[in-house]
């Protein structure tokens, strides 16, 4: 089983929103950070909005203004709020949670540069096509 599940995911038309949903198999999983992922074809994994343990919030400059990365504690959740889609945009969307060995020197906290290989937590992933 994947330690994290993602959902959401769908072919909408530019312009449009959608909301992606990750449940992690852990209780401690907004306690370091976590983020959202895409990856399109024939390109390489890009990080694309990350909170942190203490809330604080990251974001592409390809997303920031479009994209909300929030986390609800109560059903231990973390969504990815997309709006105003563009067609570039289109690529396969995980959810991933640092590795733990970087847990111990960053805490609470996000890497200042967060590459794919600094998570060690993933899920299979959830497919976001937009396209007219």
């Known amino acids: 089983q994947a330690p994290l599940l993602e959902s959401g995911g769908n072919s909408v038309q530019p312009g449009g929103s959608l909301t992606l949903s990750c449940t992690a198999s852990?209780?401690?999983?907004?306690?370091?950070?976590i983020g959202w992922f895409r990856q399109a074809p024939g390109k390489a994994r890009e990080g694309v909005a990350f909170?942190?343990?203490?809330?604080?919030?990251n974001y592409d400059n390809s997303v920031r203004g479009r994209f909300t990365v929030t986390y609800e504690r109560a059903k231990n959740i973390l969504y990815l709020d997309m709006r105003d889609l563009k067609p570039e945009d289109t690529a396969m969307y995980y959810c991933?949670?640092?590795?733990?060995?970087?847990?111990?020197?960053?805490?609470?906290?996000?890497?200042?540069?967060?590459?794919?290989?600094?998570?060690?937590?993933w899920g299979q992933g959830t497919q976001v096509t937009v396209s007219s």
């Open positions: 852990w209780d401690t999983f907004s306690e370091h950070c």
């Open positions: 909170i942190d343990g203490e809330g604080a919030r």
């Open positions: 991933a949670a640092l590795r733990e060995d970087l847990r111990e020197d960053y805490g609470r906290y996000c890497p200042g540069r967060r590459h794919a290989d600094d998570f060690g937590y």
